[in-house]
């Protein structure tokens, strides 16, 4: 069974600072791997996804994140973070030819300071 | 129009009460999903029916009922609730054999005193 491991439960940074969220999977089958963000008092929406090809995923908001098969990691990056990026972001992978189960990291909250 | 909406969005109820939250997505999505969101924001699927079969059941107990009358409806029906059913209950949908891109809803907050 695939699992997913978000290393940093909180991320504190500054305006304008970039960060980087990282995150670490295992699964011993080819997998999917996902990106959400969760706003407060909101349900979670897709940042960006890594299905095949290039291993550089560009996201919305600016976001994008890097697959790296040997390391099995999926790390979140912003080169420059705004007040309205303080969110949680959740991590996620999905066994390819199981798309329909889903199985998420336990978040990390970053937290945008002026 | 919001695509997946869940009602109620917050539910106060005792303990040994039964409560439904009813999820409805106009997405024309196949696959509808229930997570549970407990206090420390872990997010673990429960149910997910596609076209009204069940096909996934994790290890919930059976005080948890779903129920899909069509493929645009998922409800969660909860018999004799406890204190530790309190969390957020999100509602999700897909296409199936999708590449796990879900759509969720804002969420259905349940506390049990």
């Known amino acids: 069974a695939q699992s997913v491991t978000q290393l940093d439960s909180q991320v504190p940074v500054f305006e304008e600072a970039p960060v980087e969220l990282r995150c670490n999977y295992s699964s011993s089958v080819s997998v999917y791997l996902f990106w959400y963000v969760q706003y407060p008092n909101q349900g979670l929406q897709l940042l960006l996804k890594?299905?095949?090809?290039?291993?550089l995923v560009k996201g919305i908001n600016g976001f994008e994140a890097e697959f790296n098969k040997s390391q099995t990691s999926f790390h979140l990056r912003k080169p420059s973070v705004h007040i309205s990026d303080t969110a949680e972001y959740f991590c996620?992978?999905?066994?390819?030819?199981?798309?329909?189960?889903?199985?998420f990291g336990k978040g990390t909250k970053l937290t945008v300071n002026p | 129009d919001t695509a997946v909406s869940q009602t109620p969005k917050y539910l106060v109820t005792q303990m040994g009460n039964d409560k439904s939250i009813k999820c409805e997505q106009n997405?024309?999505?196949?696959?509808m999903y229930w997570y549970k969101q407990d206090s420390k924001k872990f997010l673990k699927i429960m149910f997910s029916y596609n076209n009204k079969e069940l096909i996934i059941n994790e290890t919930v107990p059976n005080r948890f009922s779903p129920k899909s009358p069509d493929k645009a409806h998922l409800n969660l029906h909860i018999n004799s609730l406890e204190l530790g059913d309190s969390a957020v209950y999100f509602c999700a949908s897909t296409v199936l054999l999708n590449t796990g891109e879900l759509f969720f809803g804002e969420g259905s907050r349940l506390t049990v005193l």
């Open positions: 890594y299905l095949s090809g290039s291993t």
């Open positions: 997405l024309g999505h196949d696959t």
């Open positions: 996620a992978v999905s066994d390819l030819g199981r798309g329909e189960k889903l199985v």
